[in-house]
Nanobody, 125 residues
Framework: QVQVKESGGGLVQTGDSLKLSCVVS????????MAWFRQAPGNKREFVAS????????DYGDSVKGRFTISRDNAKSTVFLQMIDLKPEGTAVYYC??????????????????WGQGTQVTVSS
């Protein structure tokens, strides 16, 4: 069974940087696309970034483009989300999601089969 576990969230100030990590158990990590989503209070979960199985073809949501970078280390079964210039509207629970049997990423939540519990990021103004 695949397990997904995020870490690295916390309380930061506007303009700060933060790096999230997500470790995925199971033998197929390096074959599957990965993504990050986030959900702010009262809002729907939204797409943040995705990356294909080999670390290429990153895709970003419009609100984070240019400030967030997704990457992965297949040897460590880990995907990262580097966030710079954080803004208060970035306050949300950030979720890591793993595709299953899909090498390329996509934006719809339904593309991803396995999800973590989320890590809270709070950006104070």
């Amino acid at each position: 069974q695949v397990q997904v576990k995020e870490s690295g969230g916390g309380l930061v100030q506007t303009g700060d940087s933060l790096k999230l990590s997500c470790v995925v158990s199971g033998p197929t990590f390096s074959s599957n696309a990965m993504a990050w989503f986030r959900q702010a209070p009262g809002n729907k979960r939204e797409f943040v970034a995705s990356i294909n199985y080999s670390g290429g073809v990153p895709d970003y949501g419009d609100s984070v483009k240019g400030r967030f970078t997704i990457s992965r280390d297949n040897a460590k079964s880990t995907v990262f989300l580097q966030m710079i210039d954080l803004k208060p509207e970035g306050t949300a629970v950030y979720y890591c999601a793993a595709a299953r049997g899909r090498t390329i990423g996509a934006r719809p939540e339904a593309w991803y089969a396995d999800w973590g519990q989320g890590t809270q990021v709070t950006v104070s103004s």
